[in-house]
């Protein structure tokens, strides 16, 4: 393996050629664009030293510079926590579409809180709460959506948020783990080595999660509000049931591009009372 590191710490950098010779040697696909990144982000030689050997011995490189771009946005993520897919940034548009004018939006299953800091930077000044059972996810989607002045909660799905968003909510994000347990070795190494099981696991057929935020989202929702969840191709019609079982009006989107599928709910808006028989209309 090219070498790039050293027992005293560096003056400088190591060459382009070299990082890119190292990250080709370790398997990296796209060994150019990773040594660019690389070299752009770190601050000094040792850092860019210690970089490459992290990649090297099989870091994802997300966690290697500290962060994974998501609709543009930086999202700073941390080892434990979940990297933010570029799959996901589809579920973000769907909401965007269902719920422009939102103004009370949640990210349930928060992770590093990618979902809820891109949903404040398209909707602007709107009322964010993030919620995660795992509080390194937490710590880290603090510093993430603490610039739009949401607040992140710890808990199990809807018993972290506060009371008071219920019958509230205009968007209920929620990115929860999917895969079945069983399949759960099919992942990626980097998934399986550096995230955790919780962010994952989704139970038998992967869909345990999903069916009690499906079961609970009703009370959370304003009338109109919407309930998104990513799923795959094969868990589609069992999703949707699970949201239509809950009485959401619900659909399924797909973007072939991302390989997304996202099922939507909506509440319902309440039946308007009808008038008094008689009563001009006005
Ligand atoms: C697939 S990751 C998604 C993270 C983030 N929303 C994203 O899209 O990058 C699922 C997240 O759900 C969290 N999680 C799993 N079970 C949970 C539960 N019962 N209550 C709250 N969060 C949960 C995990 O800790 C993990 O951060």
Do not use: K
Not at 200 to 217: F, I, K, P
Not at 261 to 280: D, E, I, K, L, M
């Amino acid at each position: 393996m090219p070498s790039v590191s050293s027992s005293v710490p560096p003056a400088t950098p190591p060459s382009r050629d070299a990082v890119v010779a190292a990250l080709r040697t370790a398997g990296c696909v796209f060994a150019e664009d990773e040594a660019e990144l690389i070299l752009a982000t770190a601050r000094t030689p040792a850092e860019a030293t210690a970089m490459v050997e992290g990649r090297v011995a099989g870091l994802p490189l997300e966690l290697v510079v500290g962060w994974a771009g998501f609709r543009g946005l930086r999202i700073a993520v941390a080892p434990g926590v979940f990297v933010p897919r570029r799959r996901t940034e589809f579920l973000v548009e769907q909401a965007l579409e269902r719920a422009p004018g939102a103004s009370v939006v949640v990210d349930l299953c928060c992770g590093s809180g990618a979902v809820g800091a891109a949903l404040a930077a398209a909707l602007g000044d709107i009322e964010l709460h993030a919620a995660d059972i795992d509080p390194v996810a937490v710590r880290c989607a603090r510093g993430n959506i603490a610039a739009t002045g949401g607040q992140v909660h710890q808990g199990d799905l809807f018993e972290a948020l506060p009371v008071a968003l219920r019958g509230r909510v205009n968007i209920l994000a929620a990115n929860v783990p999917y895969v079945p347990s069983d399949e759960i070795g099919l992942l990626p190494q980097e998934a399986r080595d550096h995230e955790p099981m919780v962010a994952l696991d989704g139970g038998t057929d992967g869909l345990d999660v999903l069916r009690r935020v499906a079961a609970e989202a009703p009370r959370w929702l304003a009338p109109g509000g919407c309930v998104l969840v990513e799923t795959s191709r094969h868990q589609a019609p069992a999703a949707v049931e699970a949201f239509a079982r809950a009485g959401l009006a619900t659909r399924l989107a797909v973007s072939e591009e991302l390989y997304a599928h996202v099922v939507t709910g909506v509440r319902p808006q309440a039946p308007q009372a009808p008038g008094p028989a008689g009563s001009p209309a006005r």
